[in-house]
């Protein structure tokens, strides 16, 4: 296959290839809104949903591991909405 790197350690593969998190980012995941204006918190490196956020959600500043099997890569999740 071209383009292929192979390697012992699949985690290594995948890693080489995620993009890092933006230039000011703070270890805080951002919070996007999807299609079906659902919000969620998502992994700031793999963008894979982590926790979904209600009108009435409140979490301060609560660490988080990525549950993706390629990531596993922890950040903060940060939202008080009013």
Request: hydrophobic fraction near 35%; glycine fraction near 4%; charge should be positive.
């Amino acid at each position: 296959m071209a383009g292929y790197i192979r390697s012992n350690n699949r985690c290594d593969d995948f890693q080489e290839h995620m993009n890092p998190p933006e230039d000011e980012f703070d270890g805080v995941a951002t919070v996007k809104i999807f299609p079906d204006s659902s919000k969620w918190a998502v992994c700031p490196w793999c963008g894979k949903k982590a926790v979904k956020i209600l009108p009435e959600t409140r979490i301060l500043k609560m660490p988080y591991k990525c549950k993706n099997s390629k990531c596993r890569k922890e950040f903060i999740v940060h939202v008080w909405e009013v």
